[in-house]
Structures are given as structure tokens and as C-alpha cells.
């Protein structure tokens, strides 16, 4: 995959996470424009609201996990990561226990971090908790992400995308993020793995 590749799904990926909560708040606005009954009104107003601050909390995600926020160098504190991880999944099946040590770590190890959460929110299908602990030397990142769930599974292209397997390339914007993951991981020589276990699955880098 070359790099124009690359750039493309990673977009896509954003419109297609975009794309349902912003086109529930056309349809709630449609609803009150037209719409007179007060109770249906009450309900199209709480589509729009729920709706927007779900967008929102995907882009403040997505511009720090998938996209360049931040000057060269720069460190986030993980508890700020761990809001924007638990905006992301508010409202959902997906319970998450953010137990990150309130430490700062380079950037793109905070990218790692937030992109292994989502896999294994990913590989819960049906829902479950997910659990995130850090190492607490900021000098030396290290994570393990667990999520545990009814029917928890690990997709073999998504197995074969974090491993590095060269047949792995994505075909679709739900492809690309594990391949990203996979790219930060080796960029920083963080050893990223993921293993199934019993009704769940484990993600461990560092």
C-alpha cells in the first residue's frame, strides 16, 4: 500500500465514523422544522444533542489518534487521553476501566494507546468492558488493554494487520485501523501484540 493509499482509507474511515451522528442530527433538525407536536419536538431535540456530542467526541478521538494534533515531540497526559477514549465509547455496549497511571507520554505512544483500545472494543461485537493499565514510568510506555465480552472474537485480518503480515494490506476504511496500529507500533519499536482469550482478547505493547 503506498502512501496515497494509506491517506484515502484513513479519510474514509473518518466519514464513515462521521457519518451516522451527523446524519442523525440532519434528520432531528428535519423533525423540528416540521414537526408541531411538543412531545415530538422534545425527542428530536434530544436526537440532535446526543447525536452532535457524539460526533464531536469522534473527532476529538480521531484528531488525536488517527490525525497530527500536537507540535513535533509533543506529550499528552494519559487522563486527557482517557476522557476522549470514554467520550468515544459513551452510550454504546462497550464499558471501558481507565486505569492509565497520570503520567504524560510522547505522542505517538498516546496514539498507540488510544488506537489498541479501540481493537478491543472492536473484537467485542456484543459488548463488554474493556480495562486499560499503564506502565507509571513515563520514560518507559508500556500498556496491556483486555476486553472481555459475550461472543468476543478476533477477526483474522485484523490478527494478521497488528502482526505485520504482509497479505494483511486493507481493502475497505474498517481495515485501516489496525494497520495503523500496526505502523505507529513500528515506528516506535513498541512491540504491539494481540492474543485471543477466553471470551476476550489482549493487547500489550512496551
Not at 460526533?55 to 494519559?78: K, P, T, V
Not at 483474522?156 to 497479505?167: F, L, P, Q, S
Amino acid at each position: 500500500m503506498n502512501d496515497i493509499e494509506f491517506a484515502a482509507f484513513l479519510v474514509s474511515r473518518v466519514c464513515h465514523d462521521l457519518v451516522g451522528p451527523l446524519g442523525a442530527v440532519v434528520n432531528g433538525l428535519e423533525v423540528l422544522e416540521d414537526e408541531r407536536d411538543a412531545a415530538m419536538r422534545a425527542d428530536a431535540l434530544k436526537l440532535v444533542t446526543s447525536s452532535a456530542e457524539q460526533a464531536l467526541a469522534r473527532l476529538q478521538f480521531m484528531r488525536i489518534a488517527f490525525g497530527a494534533a500536537g507540535s513535533a515531540g509533543a506529550e499528552l497526559d494519559l487522563g486527557e487521553v482517557g476522557r476522549l477514549v470514554t467520550g468515544l465509547v459513551e452510550g454504546t455496549k462497550i464499558a471501558v476501566d481507565w486505569q492509565a497511571a497520570p503520567v504524560h507520554w510522547p505522542k505517538d505512544w498516546a496514539k498507540l494507546l488510544m488506537n489498541a483500545t479501540v481493537l478491543a472494543a472492536d473484537c467485542l461485537p456484543r459488548g463488554g468492558h474493556v480495562t486499560v493499565t499503564t506502565s507509571t514510568d513515563e520514560h518507559a510506555p508500556a500498556f496491556t488493554v483486555t476486553g472481555v465480552g459475550q461472543n468476543a472474537r478476533v477477526p483474522d485480518e485484523v490478527e494478521k494487520a497488528v502482526r505485520g503480515d504482509a497479505t494483511a494490506t486493507p481493502h475497505d476504511a474498517r481495515g485501516i485501523q489496525p494497520y495503523l496500529a500496526h505502523k505507529l507500533s513500528r515506528s516506535l519499536n513498541a512491540g504491539l501484540t494481540l492474543t485471543a482469550k477466553e471470551n476476550g482478547v489482549e493487547l500489550a505493547a512496551g
